[in-house]
């Protein structure tokens, strides 16, 4: 009886607060239920009576907030209406994407945010460009890929990215997204995400913890997250508003957000580091050594016609070289019998 009693006792303790180690640094979390989003969506999108507003051509259903249906040229968003002011966040998105068109025949992506801005339409997901705040991407069509084919070029190992693909981006209101490059210029770090019409359900998860950025996926079936990019140093002013967005073009898809759960971290920070951050405030987003996070320019590979005259130069090459080395052979062979005589 004393042992059944003492596993009852532990189970109670585990289900009522779950406590996990990060950075070596003890969390507790909170769900955030006025900047969470799930069923049954009771009121979003009317006025007053919901924290969340939508925008475009999203609707509501009974099973999901569709931000676009499966046709062409459509945006829509749907937005917070009040501003977070956490220091350290989770947010963890069960999104749905699929559609009729076969592989390469889809697009163009989604988007979760957490910016100054809300409710502006454009062209970066349904989302204005040079925003100011983090944007996290599900892209679904590889513009950079196809702008080389149609110049009859070719990518390098080096450069093949698989499509769909999760990549994160800070903006400070002055930075574009690179639409035509999939935004490689401006990337913090991503992987690739087969999330299209799969049977189970699909998750993002998006932690902001002491100014470090991780985000992870769970897109297997197997209710476990792979990681994806963790970057330190970046640096997000409190009270901007999350959101979600997703826009087709000539190709299309349903984008459906099924919910969006934030949770506050408590994080236990020591007297030194809770002084060091009220002095250096954070006003403007960044990321600390942004350049060291990037590998240099793109190489775009070389055409048939640069190859092959770089294999005839370098057959050229070669045969001058044999010629050179036989005519002196043959002067040392020379020289050398006649010593001989």
């Known amino acids: 009886m004393p042992f059944k009693l003492y596993w009852t ?15 070596d640094h003890e969390m507790e979390e909170f769900l955030k239920r006025e900047f969470s989003l799930s069923k049954p969506y009771q009121g979003v999108g009317s006025l007053g009576s919901s924290h969340w507003e939508l925008m475009g051509d999203a609707m509501v259903t009974t099973e999901q907030v569709r931000l676009t249906p499966d046709m062409q040229s459509r945006q829509g968003a749907v937005w917070s209406r009040i501003p977070c002011h956490l220091k350290d966040w989770e947010m963890q998105v069960h ?109 993002l998860f998006i932690r902001y913890v002491r100014r470090r950025l991780t985000v992870m996926i769970d897109i297997d079936g197997q209710h476990e997250w792979r990681d994806c990019l963790d970057i ?52 403007i987003p960044s990321v600390d050594n942004m350049e060291l996070l990037r590998l240099g320019p793109v190489e775009e590979g070389m055409s048939g016609i640069s190859i092959f005259f770089t294999v005839l130069f370098s057959m050229l090459g070669c045969i001058f070289l044999i010629v050179i080395g036989l005519v002196v052979y043959s002067h040392w062979n020379e020289s050398r019998r006649k010593r001989f005589y």
């Not at 532990?10 to 607060?17: E, G, H, K, P, Y």
């Not at 996290?136 to 769909?164: G, L, M, S, W």
């Not at 809770?274 to 405030?281: C, F, G, L, N, T």
């Open 9 to 23: 006792f532990a189970f109670l303790i585990f289900t009522v607060n779950r406590c996990f180690a990060d950075d």
């Open 95 to 203: 999104f749905k994407i699929h559609g009729q068109g076969k592989k390469s025949l889809n697009g163009d992506g989604m988007a979760i945010w957490y910016t100054k801005e809300r409710m502006q339409k454009g062209p970066v997901f349904g989302n204005m460009d040079n925003f100011t705040g983090l944007g996290v991407f599900v892209d679904t069509y590889p513009n950079e890929e196809k702008h080389i084919e149609a110049q009859k070029k070719r990518y390098t190992p080096r450069t093949q990215r698989i499509f769909p693909f999760v990549l994160a981006m800070v903006g400070n209101g002055t930075v574009s997204y690179d639409h035509e490059r999939d935004g490689r210029p401006t990337e913090l770090g991503g992987c690739n995400a087969m999330v299209r019409n799969l049977k189970h359900d699909t998750f």
């Open 232 to 283: 330190p140093g970046v640096r997000l002013p409190q009270g901007y508003y999350f959101g979600a967005s997703a826009i087709t073009g000539d190709l299309s898809d349903n984008h459906d957000v099924i919910s969006l759960k934030l949770y506050q971290l408590t994080v236990l920070r020591s007297k030194k580091e809770e002084e060091e951050e009220k002095e250096d405030e954070i006003t």
